[in-house]
């Protein structure tokens, strides 16, 4: 799956308005993903299951952290913390990171469903993951 122009990455809202979508021109800059952090801190926007699939595979991990650690987002410094909670948010969202899959996360049997795979996340691997 190619991620278009057209594609919603991530979505604003006002109460329960959308107010404004995210596209990749609207995310090409750390200034502009830090502001989209910002806003999913304050629980004001989401980042759909495209949109993290766009953030892993053309931005990665490392520059993730990098913008978070200005933004806060997930608010800590302990590097291994931060990457389950960017892994588990990912996986909320419908877009499973080890593999490259979208689909829905079920949290209580630890299974990420997609159209091709049914697949148990290996949590020791999240955990030794380096940035």
């Not at 200034?31 to 629980?43: P, S, V």
């Not at 996360?105 to 949590?123: A, G, L, P, R």
């Amino acid at each position: 799956m190619t991620i278009s122009n057209n594609d919603v990455l991530a979505y604003e809202y006002y109460n329960s308005q959308i107010g404004e979508n995210y596209f990749k021109n609207n995310l090409e800059t750390d200034k502009q993903i830090e502001k989209l952090f910002d806003f999913c801190q304050i629980l004001r926007a989401n980042i759909t299951d495209i949109g993290w699939k766009y953030f892993f595979e053309t931005i990665g991990i490392v520059k993730m952290f990098e913008i978070d650690k200005t933004s806060g987002w997930f608010d800590t410094e302990n590097q291994k913390e931060w990457i389950e909670s960017i892994y588990l948010t990912s996986l909320i969202c419908g877009y499973n990171p080890i593999n490259g899959t979208i689909g829905k996360w079920d949290d209580n049997n630890n299974i990420f469903y997609s159209e091709t795979s049914k697949t148990s996340v290996d949590w020791d691997y999240i955990h030794s993951i380096e940035l």
